[in-house]
């Protein structure tokens, strides 16, 4: 197919409720979405960058700068592009996963859609739902954390992920644990401790957690290796885990035993799925990461999920975990604690286009011919 245009959509929603990690509250979302339009039909993409560089280097108005400048000039130059070329070819690129992903994802979207193939099918899923935990952020009290929780159980979530920060961590887990009995439970410190902590993680021990998901700071992947020797609890990566290499290293290094696969963060749902594979080969679980997607997102998340060492529940909640009203025609509901598969072409969703109208905040169409114009010769 040849890439014809590219529209980039900034979106503003308000979330239900605020979300607290350890680097931040966030009360709404400023979404980048990616249309691809090619000689073959469109297709959408997610871009997970969020507003700061606060979880990764990568921030939206980056992504969009680094789309708009440098990656989009390098696919429009191509007469014959396939989703599985792109990730060669912004190789020269250095980093910016997710504004990668993002057109990575729309460009396969176009082309599934084109054959009439689901991203379940391409990724060679074997499962038709998919189980779902849900992430549940910092709160100001114990007691407010416990009827949050209550909440998502009673909703029929698998698995609770708590977010933990020094000071939020061993109180919080011993109380929903006690309240909660033996609910599949784990945290996450998106990079918060060092390990000089060590001792204190270990203090979860008793906790019987399913894991501790990126504890310490996302260069610090050997001292993961020697965290591991203090901590019984199993360690997860997520933001050291940037490419396929670094999940290699990571593997070796024994840094983790379990891996949170965002496509977004390792550069597109083809990486991603050779991350997959790799793990599988290393008898390492995954599970699918979330990063407060819209249904666009989510679509994939879930079809990737599917995937068969996707083994333990992701962060893939329904829509309204974040929305009051997704930006896709049928959103994603909870069905028993686990979200169906979607199995039409492509992502399998479709655009609610009043709902993007009124939550549109911008509108930028790049095509073949005014990137030709502007690309700085290489
Ligand atoms: O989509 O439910 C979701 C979010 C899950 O906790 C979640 N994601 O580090 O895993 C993580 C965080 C990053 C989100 S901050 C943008
Ligand atoms: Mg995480």
Known sequence: MRLEAVELRRIGIPLVAPFETSFG?????????????????????????????TYSPEYVDGAQHVLTNHLLPRLFERDELHAEDVFDLLRPVHGHQMAKAAIEMALLDAQLRARGESFARYFGAVREAVDCGVSVGIHRTVAELLRTVGGFLDQGYR???????????????????????????????????????????AELDPFDLLLIEQPMPEDQVLAHAQMAEIVGTPICLDESIHSLQAAADAIELHACRIINIKPGRVGGYLEAQRIHDLCASHSIPVWMGGMLETGVGRAGNVAMAAMANFTLPGDTSASDRYYRRDVITEPFLLHDGRLRVPAGPGLGVALDEERLREVTTSTERITREMSRATTPSR
């Open 159 to 201: 698995r609770i992920k708590l977010k933990i920060k020094p000071g939020w961590d061993i109180e919080p887990v011993r109380a929903v644990r006690e309240r909660y009995g033996n609910v599949l439970l784990q945290v996450d410190a998106n990079t918060a401790y060092r390990l000089a902590d060590a001792k204190l993680l």
């Open 25 to 53: 509250v966030q009360l709404d979302r400023d979404i980048l979405l990616v249309k691809a339009i090619t000689s073959e039909g469109e297709g959408w993409g997610e871009c997970v960058a969020g507003e700061e560089p």
